[in-house]
Each structure stands twice: as C-alpha cells, then as structure tokens.
C-alpha cells in the first residue's frame, strides 16, 4: 500500500468524509441512555408524550371497565393461581379448584361446593352438580335454561372450562321475579338467589352424563359487582 | 446539586478504568459512521448506533471486562445494520408486491461528497463480510489482525475478504493504478 494507490486514496477520503459528516451528530440519546430518563428540552418533548399515551390508555380501561358495570356482565376467566393449594372436593369425578391461601372453602358435599372467600362477607364461587331443573330434565341444561321462563336470556356464547365444552350464559330476571330461589340443585336447601337486577353469569356444562354449573353466588347487583373481582383472580382452576 | 445527581448503584468501570459514560462520548459518532456507511440510512444510523450502544450497556459488565470492548460494540453494530439491510430489501419487495411500487427511500441529508457516497454506496452491494471488512478497515484504520478479532475471523479470512473487495471496488470504480497492481499482486 502506498500513498499513490488510488484504491487507497480513495478509500481514506471517503472515511475521513464519513468522520466529518457525523462530527455534527446529536448526542443527546447518550443523556438518556446513560442516566435512563430524558433530560431537556426533547426530555420534555418525550414525557409529554408518554403522558398522553398513557392518558389514552387510562380512558380506554376506565371506558371499558364502565361498559362492563353497565351491561352488569361479570366474567369468568379461570387462571391458575401462584400459590395456590389444591382442594380436591367432593363435588363431580375430580373437580379440583386451587384455593388462594388467604381463602377458605365455606362447604363441600358431593352435590355443591361453595367456595366462599375470607375477604369477602358475601358471595363466593359455586359450583353445583344440577340434579334436577324445574324448567326441564333434558341433557342439555343450557337449552333448559333458555326454556325457563322466569330468566330472559341476555347473551348465550361458546366457552370452555378447563377443555369442556361449556355455554356461557348471561340471564336477567323476567319482571315479577326478584331475589325469588331460583333452583336449588341439592334437594330443598337454599343454594342459589337469582340476581334481580341482572347480570347473572352462569357457564353449564356436561361431563360423564352428569351437568354442572359454575356460577358466582351472590344475591343481588352490588354483591355481583363486588364478586367480580373474586370470580376473576380467584376461580382458580377447574380441572378433570 | 451533587445529592441530587443520578445516583449509580455501581460505578461502571472498564478494565482500563473508563467509564460507559466516556467510552460512549468516544465510541459514538464513529459508531454512527459505521452504520451510516454499512446501512446507507443516516437517520437509521443513529438509531443502529444506539442500539448498539444499549446492547453494550446492558452487558456492560460482562463487555467491560472484555479484551476489546470496543470490537464488540463494532461487531455488534455492524451485525444490527445487517439485519437492517435485509429488513428493508424484504419491506422493498413486499411493497412492490403489494403495490407495485418501489420503495421511496426517506429524505436524507447529504452528508457526503458525491465521489465519497459513490464509494460507499459501491461498499454496500458487496457482500455483507466483504463490506464489513472494507468499512472497518478504513473507517476506523485498523490494521487487518483487528478487522478479523472484531470480525470473529481468521486473519486469512479477513484478508481474502478484504481482497476481493477491494479487487471489486477497484473495477466498478475505475481505481487502476500502479498501487493497485502492486496491492493485487501480494
């Protein structure tokens, strides 16, 4: 390599370009790489806009958490818990929740199991194996359900606990009808209120011939609104 | 203002004593140049270039104790416009499937002097190694043993690299010369 190379020339002038080019290169992305938060004016600019952002986001959940209260309709969304000590109950062939630690479960049999939660005074998540319905003795209790005529049916969707075909239903009461028993699975013990202001969510579901139901129990709007949370962080898993 | 300063957990020393914070002012805009020239995006170089720089500062401790900290931030530039290069010659033909247009590259500043950008636009269409090896060479003037340790190669192989690039550039750029045949006939 010598200095009359043009190859070499060339090459060295074109790197010395580049050196001069970025001679004017903004190092303000090292401010904030290095101290992990913006700094300045463009710190300022950036802020704002992770404000708005999350502004929007904020609307957003408070919008949709409002929508929900409104149409009343708590969820089920089973999950397992961290934590959790597996209660195998007496309820169904193998019916198994995890039960948080800071909870307890209230009642068991064979034909019912009332989970009630230490932190709640009222309600609780139950899960019933259906004997009989008033309405009908088919095998199919969701069509039983929606042949009851003291519910209207709200919504009636595909679902699945824990692999099982399951139908999510969400009923309201007929007008007339308010807090009256609605069916009890075990013989004549009150087991179960319908919610007279509405937003009842029941999943019903078959398994080896036998029809289950898994509801949150609560009595009316206010206890359902309150169960919610329960239902959804603490319904654990239900699996066979 | 010293109590209100942004405390660090841990001081962040290289081996030699240097700071992230010095080791970034020294690194950066020649960073920048690295990816500008391997890329060809001047505002797609800072952004390579700081992320290189996150890369490294997330493994600082690891990097800091490294024979070259600074081979690795190189490497690892170099290997992120790479990848850029591919994403966007893949976003190019998926546009041109879609629309049948071709991408309009972005507004750039010209930085360069034309002879300068014809010469790196030429780095570019070589093979990936090829112009690895070009734009270390020159850009940071490192001697060829250098060029292979930042490369991950052999010396051989940065030599052939660097061979064969050069033999290219010399044709498409019109470079013969004396110093030329000399070069290509060690």
């Known amino acids: 390599m010598t200095n009359t190379d043009p190859f070499e020339t060339r090459a060295r002038s074109a790197a ?150 399951a139908t999510r239903l969400v009923v309201n009461p007929v007008p007339g009808i308010t807090a009256a028993p609605w069916f009890c699975p075990v013989g004549g013990r009150p087991c179960m209120d319908i919610n007279a202001t509405g937003g009842n969510t029941l999943y019903v579901f078959n398994h080896r011939g036998q029809r289950y139901m898994l509801v949150g129990g609560s009595l009316n709007a206010d206890m359902t609104r309150a169960m919610r949370p329960v239902v959804d962080g603490a319904a654990a898993t239900w699996q066979w | 203002m010293g109590a209100t300063e942004p405390a660090r957990d841990r001081p962040l020393v290289v081996a030699v004593g240097e700071t992230f914070e010095t080791f970034y002012a020294r690194e950066y805009r020649a960073l920048v140049g690295l990816t500008y020239v391997l890329s060809g995006s001047r505002a797609g170089a800072e952004d390579l270039a700081q992320e290189a720089m996150t890369a490294t500062y997330r493994r600082w401790e690891r990097v800091s104790a490294m024979e070259s900290p600074t081979g690795y931030l190189r490497r690892t530039a170099a290997n992120l416009a790479a990848s850029a290069i591919r994403r966007r010659v893949a976003e190019g033909k998926a546009l041109l499937r879609l629309t049948g247009q071709r991408a309009t590259p972005a507004a750039e500043l010209p930085i360069l002097p034309p002879d300068d950008d014809a010469f790196w636009a030429q780095v570019r269409r070589l093979p990936r190694r090829q112009a690895q090896a070009v734009a270390l060479r020159y850009l940071y003037d490192c001697p060829v043993l250098e060029v292979a340790e930042v490369m991950g190669i052999s010396e051989g192989a940065a030599k052939s690299h660097l061979h064969r690039a050069r033999r290219t550039l010399t044709s498409v750029l019109g470079l013969h010369g004396p110093g030329a045949t000399e070069e290509l006939a060690s």
């Open chain 1, 16 to 165: 010395t370009a580049v050196h001069v080019a970025v001679r004017g290169v903004d190092m303000t992305g090292a401010v904030a790489t290095l101290h992990g938060r913006p700094s300045g004016r463009r710190g300022t600019v950036v802020l704002a806009a992770a404000a708005a952002v999350l502004l929007v986001v904020v609307a957003a959940v408070v919008v949709r958490t409002t929508r929900d209260q409104s149409n009343g309709l708590p969820s089920f969304n089973p999950r397992p818990l961290t934590g959790a000590t597996a209660l195998h109950s007496q309820l169904g062939p193998g019916v198994r929740f995890d039960v948080p630690k800071t909870r307890f479960v209230e009642q068991d049999t064979p034909g019912i199991l009332v989970l009630k939660f230490n932190d709640r005074t009222q309600g609780g998540l139950i899960a019933m194996r259906v004997a009989s319905y008033p309405a009908g003795w088919g095998r199919d209790l969701a069509r039983d359900v929606r042949r009851d005529n003291r519910v209207h049916i709200v919504s009636a969707s595909g679902a699945t606990v824990a692999g099982e075909p």
